[in-house]
């Protein structure tokens, strides 16, 4: 039974204002209490709906709405994988393919959801972690990806791969992604990647522009740990998480990722199949 909704939008979004007071509204005659963020409530200007810093929504939450496009749902995932609640993820923004449901269905989806009629997609996440002189230095979950690349453009990285402490390859490239299967639509694609069904237990690594034709993207199973160093040099190399947060690297830094212990819990319609989602939003057949 869904009591409590919190509210997580992009900040400064002009529609905002116009989305969230009926929404917030319908919920409330729904007998739910809800609660945005305090971006989301700086664009109302009123105090007609409780607000909270966006950390601290999932906690106690039944359903989290999030009102934007993939990268506002990324945001939110980092922030709400292993509290249990899961998201409704309505498409204001472009191609969205993790947000997949439109503005004008919201109010129905809302409905199946209330009335128990809604069905749950679990998505793997990744965790990465910076080992610097043999000690856990920094680490942070993902749900797309982790990337390593140089801040200069146009140089060839040399990144050594190792996937369960065996060493697999040293790429020449401008730089190498590590993907989950909801990621696998994103920055790998784009890079030469394969799209990977969601519920595939596997892992995507591809070489960014590798200068080697045989080096290819390789998928194993997401049980592994992946180990990647690099040769340092003076160009600066930065591992960056769903594109959305980037830290610079040390020399002799090594990056270790695996699968991360919390997982992201979305709200699939259930009129909308994962097939149909990629014709939709890729125009195959259109084109």
Not at 4 to 12: D, E, L, Y
Not at 169 to 196: E, N, R
Request: aromatic share 4%; proline share 5%; glycine share 10%.
């Amino acid at each position: 039974m869904i009591k409590t909704v919190g509210i997580i939008s992009r900040p400064r979004r002009q529609d905002i204002a116009l989305v969230v007071p009926p929404l917030v509204k319908w919920l409330k005659t729904h007998g739910a209490q809800v609660a945005c963020d305090s971006e989301t409530g700086d664009c109302l200007g009123s105090g007609d709906v409780q607000t909270r810093k966006r950390e601290e929504l999932p906690a106690g939450a039944d359903l989290l709405i999030v009102l934007g496009g993939d990268g506002t749902l990324l945001s939110a995932a980092r922030i709400s994988a292993g509290h249990g609640v899961p998201i409704l993820a309505v498409n204001l923004g472009g191609m969205g393919f993790l947000t997949t449901v439109s503005q004008d269905e919201m109010y129905s989806d809302l409905e199946e959801i209330f009335q128990g009629r809604h069905t749950i997609s679990e998505r793997v996440m990744l965790e990465a972690e910076i080992v610097r002189a043999g000690a856990p230095a920094w680490r942070q979950i993902a749900l797309n990806d982790a990337v390593l690349n140089k801040a200069a453009l146009a140089r060839i990285m040399d990144v050594d791969l190792r996937v369960d402490g065996e060493m697999v390859t040293t790429y020449k490239a401008d730089g190498l992604i590590l993907s989950t299967p909801t990621g696998s639509t994103a920055y790998s694609l784009a890079a030469g990647g394969p799209i990977v069904y969601q519920s595939v237990e596997a892992f995507v690594i591809t070489p960014i522009c590798p200068h080697t034709l045989t080096n290819r993207p390789l998928v194993i199973p997401d049980s592994a740990t992946i180990e990647v160093n690099f040769r340092a040099e003076d160009d600066a190399v930065f591992l960056t998480l769903d594109g959305q947060i980037g830290v610079e690297l040390a020399g002799g830094d090594c990056v270790r990722m695996r699968k991360a212990a919390k997982k992201l819990l979305l709200v699939r319609p259930a009129r909308k199949s994962y097939y149909e989602i990629l014709r939709s939003k890729l125009k195959w057949g259109e084109r």
